[in-house]
């Protein structure tokens, strides 16, 4: 438990780097930190991937899909990338976190 807090407080005190954005057909084997990872098949975006900003090393996967539930919206703007709702992490580190115009705000 200690460490999980360690890692949070680093975490509020890195320089405050906006995520980025890439289009990709398969997860890579390594993913970048501050990365969002758009994974499409034939133009059709359906889940992104990246690595939790706590520094767990965590890869989340969420859902674009509107058939499927839970579902996240992604939005392109100004060259920025916004998730929404929330990504609410139940296990592991427990991580709670928006992520608005390229800028993790933890809840």
């Known amino acids: 438990m200690l460490r999980r807090f360690i890692s949070w ?11 980025g954005y890439k289009t990709v057909e398969d997860v890579p084997d390594r993913m970048r930190d501050k990365m969002v990872y758009l ?5 059709y975006v359906w889940q992104c991937v ?4 706590c520094g767990c090393g965590e890869k989340l996967y969420t859902n674009l899909m509107d ?13 920025t990338i916004s998730l929404k ?3 609410d992490r139940l296990v592991g580190c427990k991580s709670h976190f928006f992520l608005k115009h390229g800028k993790i705000i933890w809840c």
């Not at 407080?9 to 995520?19: H, V």
């Not at 990246?50 to 900003?53: G, T």
């Open 39 to 43: 994974i499409s098949n034939q133009g």
């Open 85 to 87: 709702p929330s990504i």
């Open 50 to 53: 990246l690595l939790c900003p």
């Open 9 to 19: 407080i680093k975490a509020l005190f890195r320089k405050k780097t906006l995520y």
């Open 67 to 79: 058939d499927f539930d839970p579902c996240w919206k992604y939005v392109i703007e100004d060259k």
